[in-house]
């Protein structure tokens, strides 16, 4: 029988609504996208179903309270890889059986859904591999939402890198099924034309973050201190998004330029705030602090504030405390944008000058692959003068941003309500 796939009900009664994604992870730029889009769609549709395919469904369930399955259930056993004939046959005999079960679960897992949504975050990219939250698994849910007759939505999604031939074909693939896609940035949509992807009457709206609702914003007034707060945004580098081949060399040298850097700004008086993006980013705070107290010696701990952080809510809150920030995580900058705070980013992936070009701040964007202490103070001390005359261009930007992203939902549902 045919699924029904209009929402012509106002209040999506009756409607089963799914999300994909990266979510449930212990990347904050993913969550708080998830948050941001779950937002939008239980406001025009208070009363429809909502669930979420996502990499750790007991986790999202517990901060969302909203239904999960997993992307790729783990069956346990050995994961020990074997070589030679030993390794095929256990691929044929045990791989294979256990992977159609798998594609058995997804099928199930979409009978009666309406749409599938694929919100935001940089998914469109084989970096981390086929599997998992990469193309493969993207490819398989969208043919089987096809398959259900559910519509497929991509929305402000980012694209790139995508390095093998298997991983572009299977976004392509994906892409080719939807009923709705938009990129996050011109950077994307370009990306995915060189792929060989035509994306004729595609759109590009900004990233979805900046329509987190403003009631979510801690209070962004002045930390009141008598010395200034710089907030120095680290994080693992993620070498692969810029190379197939990623160096240490680079994140050694990215080390040791913010290290240098803060000492600049602990000799002029400023405090320092570390500011994460991930969980998994306390390793490079605790890397970074070490390497500080050996090039520095004793230094007043007080003047360098570096709290936990659990989730989005406590990210935004350090963010809020801050006069400045530097930070290398695409989304602590868009967060900075969104609290009106002058903002360098260090940029990591096209996305983030694309994101610097957006909001006129390219003058503001520093390659991680090529840092320099020297540029990095100069631009730190003009994005400090220039203060008071960028914060109403960002003000303006952010609005606008949100504006072009009410924009999108509308027409997102006033196309849904007329198939």
């Known amino acids: 029988m045919k699924v029904e796939t209009n929402l012509k009900e106002p209040n999506g009664k009756g409607r089963t609504i799914f999300f994909f994604g990266h979510f449930g992870s212990a990347n904050f730029g993913n969550e708080i996208t998830f948050q941001a889009a779950l937002y939008h769609f239980r406001q025009r549709l208070p009363e429809a179903n909502f669930a979420c395919i996502c990499t750790n469904p007991s986790a999202l369930a517990a901060t969302q309270k909203i239904e999960s399955v997993p992307i790729s259930r783990d069956f346990g056993g050995s994961s020990k890889r074997r070589a030679g004939f030993a390794g095929l046959l256990r691929k044929i005999f045990i791989g294979v059986p256990r992977e159609l079960l798998r594609w058995l679960e997804a099928f199930r897992a979409l009978r009666g859904v309406d749409m599938l949504i694929v919100p935001g975050t940089g998914l469109l990219t084989d970096a981390y591999g086929l599997q998992g939250w990469g193309p493969y698994s993207l490819f398989k849910w969208s043919l089987i939402a096809r398959m259900r007759r559910c519509k497929l939505l991509f929305i402000s999604v980012g694209a790139g890198p995508l390095y093998s031939a298997l991983g572009r074909g299977l976004v392509k693939s994906a892409l080719s099924m939807a009923d709705f896609r938009s990129y996050r940035d011109d950077t994307s949509i370009d990306y995915l034309k060189k792929c060989g992807f035509p994306t004729n009457g ?45 160096r240490d060399a680079i994140y050694l040298h990215y080390l040791e330029t913010l290290v240098a850097f803060s000492i600049w700004l602990l000799e002029h008086d400023y405090d320092i705030r570390l500011l994460l993006g991930e969980s998994t980013d306390w390793t490079v705070l605790e890397e970074f602090k070490s390497l500080l107290k050996t090039r520095i010696g004793v230094y007043d ?86 203060a008071e005359q960028l914060k109403p261009v960002i003000r303006q930007k952010v609005e606008r941003s949100r504006k072009a992203l009410e924009e999108q939902y509308n027409l997102i549902f006033s196309q849904m309500s007329t198939n």
């Not at 930390?223 to 692969?240: E, I, N, P």
């Not at 996305?351 to 692959?369: F, G, P």
């Open 202 to 246: 595609d759109k590009v709206y900004p990233d979805l973050v900046f329509s987190l609702p403003e009631a979510a914003m801690p209070n962004v007034e002045s930390t009141g201190k008598h010395r200034r707060v710089v907030g120095l945004g680290l994080m693992w580098y993620a070498g692969k998004y810029s190379t197939a081949e990623p």
């Open 301 to 386: 701990e007080e003047r360098l504030i570096a709290q936990p952080t659990h989730s989005v809510e406590e990210l935004l809150s350090q963010i809020a405390a801050t006069d400045f920030v530097v930070a290398t995580r695409f989304h602590n900058v868009v967060l900075a944008l969104l609290l009106n705070r002058p903002v360098i980013a260090i940029s990591f992936h096209a996305k983030c000058d694309s994101l610097m070009r957006q909001m006129d701040l390219t003058k503001y964007c520093h390659d991680i692959n090529h840092m320099s202490t020297a540029a990095l103070i100069g631009q730190f001390l003009d994005l400090e003068q220039k």
